[in-house]
Every structure is written in C-alpha cells, then in structure tokens.
C-alpha cells in the first residue's frame, strides 16, 4: 500500500520549525505519513527526537525527512574540508534518523541546494566522483541502522549534478547499495523528463519514494500534470513507496525564498481543506 505523505514546510515561512504539531494534523487531514527537516533533527534534543517518535507512533504516522544539504555542508566539493564536514553533517542525522527508528532521508544527500553550477562545466565529472566518494563513505552506516539514502533528480535551475532521471540511475548503480535509492518529483521531472511514465520506469526498482507536485507547486489536482500516465507507470513497477506531496504555495521567510515564490499561489486558500482535497485526489488517482 502507498503511504501519501506531506512535506511540513506547506504551511511555514522558515525550515526550522516546531514539528510536533504537524503530526497530529496531518492524521486529522487524512495522510499516512508526515516529511520533516532532517537537517533540524540533527539539533534536536535526544528528548525532542523522542517526543516526535512517540507522537508519530501514537497517530499512526510514518516519518521521513528531507534535506537540502547547504553549500557549506557540500559533499560533492571539490574542498575536501567542506566535503568532510558535509559528510560527517549527514552522518549525524543518519545517526539522528536511527533514533527515530530508521526510515529515510531524501534531497540533495548527494550534493547541496540550491545550487549554482560551475562556470567550467568541464569539472562536473571531478564534482560528480566527490560526491560518488562520499556516498560510499556514508552507506556504510547507513546500511548499518537501516536508514535509506534517496538521491533526488532535480531541476536545472536549483541544481545541476543529477537533473534527469537517467543520471540518478546510473549514480546508484555506481553507489551499488539497497540503501541509496533514487527520489523522483513530478514537479522537476516536467521541466526535464521526456515523459513521465518513460522515466518512473526506467528508475524500476531504484525508485524508493516520488514527491508530488503540480508545474506550480500547487498541491495535486490543482494543476495539469497527468496524473493517469504517473499511476499506470507506478503499477507497471509495482511502486509500494511513498507518495510524498510538497507543494509550496506563499511567500515569505526563508522557505519562500529558496523555493522562488514571489506571489501567493492559493491567496484565498484555506491551507488546511486543500491538504484533505488533495489526500482524497491522490487516493482516487494514484492508489
């Protein structure tokens, strides 16, 4: 069975955030599973981290985490100062995640965000054997406390080492590890996917999780993405991952920033009925 899933950030200006009544809300709108900031985890108390795995447990809700690894925590630099210390950042929240029971983390695992490509395109093959290095430095653990390492396809225009689908999977059969999987997002793979069933199953049995997301980050059902072509390629895979939306709709904050909005989408829109709209649109498409 898919799990639908949410991204918290929907509903906040800034990254770091008190998670905790996420939990609670995101059962009471209907969803199975609830993504939070894996960077933020790492911060928390050992405390903090329990109440969250307490409350998820409580509510019947999955957790996985998302991340968006800062330049300064790169580990795809080619300063080898900076790529240790990003290696050693996603070590503390693979460590992190283990405490919350294991689970997964996805985004730019394998690099950082967002990101400007270098002026010589020339050395995006010494960037992309980095960041193979540090993968392979990282796996280990991860295997160890059964935590799932997701390299997310993303677009040109916030990244630039793994833009298509075809480049996640040769990435991973590099990495040649159950515990680095590949996380596809409707909303990159329309600027740079041929076709959206073409890529799902190309990804095959690499593919661990699929973010969900209108051309405009509007929440599923409130755009044009073809929604009939993702589910027929998802059972041809036989896809049981999870369904992760991460819509992002207004401005403001740092979230609003990085992600680019400079109107509100939705301006009129209760945040919460359209969360429960779009569970109901993802179960009657995509289950």
Not at 21 to 40: R, Y
Not at 111 to 116: L, Q
Not at 147 to 171: G, K, M, P, S
Request: hydrophobic letters at 40%.
């Amino acid at each position: 069975m898919r799990n639908i899933g949410i991204y918290y950030a929907y509903w906040t200006d800034d990254w770091d955030t008190d998670f905790l009544p996420f939990i609670p809300k995101v059962k009471s709108l209907g969803f199975d599973q609830l993504e939070i900031n894996g960077g933020a985890l790492v911060s928390l108390s050992k405390g903090e981290r329990q109440r969250l795995k307490e409350s998820a447990l409580e509510n019947g809700i999955t957790l996985s985490y998302g991340i968006g690894l800062t330049a300064d925590h790169d580990v795809s630099s080619l300063n080898e100062s900076i790529r240790k210390e990003g290696v050693n950042f996603m070590k503390k929240m693979i460590g992190a995640v283990a405490e919350m029971g294991g689970g997964m983390i996805g985004g730019t695992v394998h690099s950082y965000w967002p990101a400007t490509a270098p002026d010589d395109l020339s050395v995006k093959k010494q960037i992309l054997m980095k960041s193979h290095q540090s993968m392979k430095e990282m796996i280990p653990m991860a295997e160890d406390l059964n935590v799932i390492l997701n390299v997310e396809v993303i677009n040109r225009f916030e990244q630039f080492l793994l833009n298509t689908c075809q480049e996640a999977v040769d990435y991973v059969e590099i990495i040649n590890s159950p515990n680095c999987k590949i996380l596809l997002d409707t909303f990159h793979m329309n600027i740079e996917e041929d076709s959206f069933g073409d890529a799902i199953r190309l990804a095959g049995s690499h593919l661990s999780a699929l973010h969900l997301g209108e051309t405009n980050r509007k929440p599923p059902g409130c755009g044009r993405i073809p929604w009939s072509e993702i589910k027929t390629a998802l059972d041809d895979i036989h896809f049981e991952g999870p369904l992760v939306m991460e819509p992002f709709i207004k401005p403001g904050g740092q979230v609003g920033k990085d992600i680019a909005l400079w109107r509100d989408l939705m301006p009129t829109a209760d945040l919460d009925n359209e969360a429960a709209k779009s569970v109901q649109f993802v179960k009657k498409h995509l289950l």
